[in-house]
């Protein structure tokens, strides 16, 4: 049995769909868009980092309309809604695996845990992924997804700032991110 589409899902949004010109031409192919989004707590020290690092990639990546830069503070389905209408995705994000402070990583959807809600009623990125193409969403194909890990070293205590290792990092996760976009979109301004 097919899944109904989601009543808020535009039909633009639709895989493959594009708007027809008024005179009946041919669809316009869309262009490409790509988002860059920094997920985190900004009260939790390290927890932070991914979106400090989303704050300095919006300065650096002003005047580029093919590229969206965001913060949010919730993964699953939240997440999976801000990447309607996207074709690639970068999510930049603290993780804590045991290396060393600072370690930055380049995950698949499958390898990092996104649900950032301890409800039941939330799910992981990919399962998010899955129910909204399910709904007809146009979103970014998992291998057109990157998760950007900072290894975090403190994600427990209240702070205004992140540990020294994980801010001394966030210069060069800024530059890792825009070497990915280069390599998705080709040359980008310096």
Known sequence: MPVPRHPLLAADDAPGAAAAGASGSPPCARPSRTLVIGLGNPLVSDDSVGL???RALQTRLAGRADIVVTEDYWGGLRLMEQMIGFDRAIVVDAICTGAPPGTIHHLTPEALATQRSASAHDVNLPTA???GRQAG??????????????????VVN???QCTPAVAAVIPRAVDEVVRLLESFLGGLPR
């Open 158 to 160: 209240f702070g205004e």
């Open 137 to 154: 969403a146009h979103l970014p194909a998992d291998r057109d997804v990157v998760l950007v890990g900072i290894e975090a070293q403190d």
């Open 129 to 131: 992924l899955a129910f």
């Open 52 to 54: 400090r690092v989303a």
